[in-house]
C-alpha cells in the first residue's frame, strides 16, 4: 500500500471532517490509532477537540506520544489542528499544571477573565468560538501572503501564548481579548489553532498545501 496520510484517531477529534476534507481536495488518507501506521506515513493530522489533559492521558494510554514525536523528529510532515496546536508545546494550565509533547518551547493559558476586545463594551467571552482574522508573522507555506486578514473558524477556551522563545516558529498570530499563536511552522511541522476543516475554502486549501507538502 502506498504511504497516505494518517489522521490520528484516538477518540478526540473531528477525525472524519478532517478526512472528508482531505478526500474533497484529492489527497489519499486513512484513520488510524496504531502507533506502527506512523513509521510509514506521508504525512500526519492530529486533530483535537476538547481538554489538554484528557488528550494527552489518550496519547499515552494508545501509545502514541512517543511515535509522534519520532515522527516529528525524522522530518515527516505533521499538521496539528486545535489541540493538535497546543499539545506540541511543554505544558497546559487547563485544570493544573499538565505536561505536552514538548516540541515547542512554551505554554497553554487560558483566556483571562475581564479581557476585552479594543472598543468593545464587554468582556470577552470564553469559549472563543466563531471566526476570527489572522496575522502573518512569519513564512508558512500552508498559509501564503494571501491569508494575512483571512478569517478561519476557532473553538477554544485555551491558547498559546506569544513570548519571545516562541517567535522564530509562529506562523500567524490572532488577538481575543490578548494576542495568542493561530499557527505554527517549523521545518515539516505545521499546526492550527482554527480548524481548516470548518473554514470552508481557505481551510481547504490549507488541507490542499499540506497535501503537497506531503508528496
Same mark, same amino acid.
Given at each position: 500500500?502506498?504511504?497516505?496520510?494518517?489522521?490520528?484517531? #484516538?477518540?478526540?477529534?473531528?477525525?472524519?471532517?478532517?478526512?472528508?476534507?482531505?478526500?474533497?481536495?484529492?489527497?489519499?488518507?486513512?484513520?488510524?490509532?496504531?502507533?506502527?501506521?506512523?513509521?510509514?506515513?506521508?504525512?500526519?493530522?492530529?486533530?483535537?477537540?476538547?481538554?489538554?489533559?484528557?488528550?494527552?492521558?489518550?496519547?499515552?494510554?494508545?501509545?502514541?506520544?512517543?511515535?509522534?514525536?519520532?515522527?516529528?523528529?525524522?522530518?515527516?510532515?505533521?499538521?496539528?489542528?486545535?489541540?493538535?496546536?497546543?499539545?506540541?508545546?511543554?505544558?497546559?494550565?487547563?485544570?493544573?499544571?499538565?505536561?505536552?509533547?514538548?516540541?515547542?518551547?512554551?505554554?497553554?493559558?487560558?483566556?483571562?477573565?475581564?479581557?476585552?476586545?479594543?472598543?468593545?463594551?464587554?468582556?470577552?467571552?470564553?469559549?472563543?468560538?466563531?471566526?476570527?482574522?489572522?496575522?502573518?508573522?512569519?513564512?508558512?507555506?500552508?498559509?501564503?501572503?494571501?491569508?494575512?486578514?483571512?478569517?478561519?473558524?476557532?473553538?477554544?477556551? #485555551?491558547?498559546?501564548?506569544?513570548?519571545?522563545?516562541?517567535?522564530?516558529?509562529?506562523?500567524?498570530?490572532?488577538? #481575543?481579548?490578548?494576542?495568542?499563536?493561530?499557527?505554527?511552522?517549523?521545518?515539516?511541522?505545521?499546526?492550527?489553532?482554527?480548524?481548516?476543516?470548518?473554514?470552508?475554502?481557505?481551510?481547504?486549501?490549507?488541507?490542499?498545501?499540506?497535501?503537497?507538502?506531503?508528496?
Amino acid at each position: 500500500m502506498a504511504p497516505s496520510i494518517v489522521v490520528v484517531d #484516538y477518540g478526540m477529534g473531528n477525525v472524519r471532517s478532517v478526512a472528508n476534507g482531505l478526500a474533497s481536495v484529492g489527497a489519499a488518507s486513512r484513520l488510524s490509532g496504531d502507533p506502527a501506521d506512523l513509521e510509514n506515513a506521508a504525512g500526519i493530522i492530529l486533530p483535537g477537540v476538547g481538554g489538554f489533559p484528557e488528550c494527552m492521558s489518550a496519547l499515552n494510554a494508545a501509545g502514541l506520544s512517543g511515535p509522534l514525536k519520532e515522527a516529528v523528529a525524522r522530518g515527516v510532515p505533521y499538521l496539528g489542528i486545535c489541540l493538535g496546536l497546543q499539545v506540541l508545546f511543554e505544558a497546559s494550565e487547563e485544570f493544573g499544571r499538565t505536561p505536552g509533547l514538548g516540541i515547542l518551547p512554551g505554554r497553554i493559558l487560558k483566556f483571562p477573565s475581564g479581557a476585552r476586545e479594543p472598543g468593545a463594551s464587554r468582556d470577552i467571552r470564553v469559549p472563543h468560538m466563531g471566526w476570527n482574522g489572522i496575522h502573518l508573522e512569519n513564512e508558512s507555506p500552508l498559509l501564503g501572503p494571501a491569508a494575512e486578514g483571512q478569517h478561519f473558524y476557532f473553538v477554544h477556551s #485555551y491558547y498559546a501564548e506569544v513570548s519571545a522563545p516562541c517567535r522564530p516558529f509562529i506562523a500567524a498570530t490572532c488577538a #481575543y481579548g490578548v494576542p495568542f499563536i493561530a499557527a505554527v511552522r517549523r521545518d515539516n511541522l505545521f499546526a492550527t489553532q482554527f480548524h481548516p476543516e470548518k473554514s470552508g475554502g481557505r481551510g481547504l486549501e490549507i488541507l490542499r498545501r499540506f497535501a503537497r507538502v506531503c508528496g
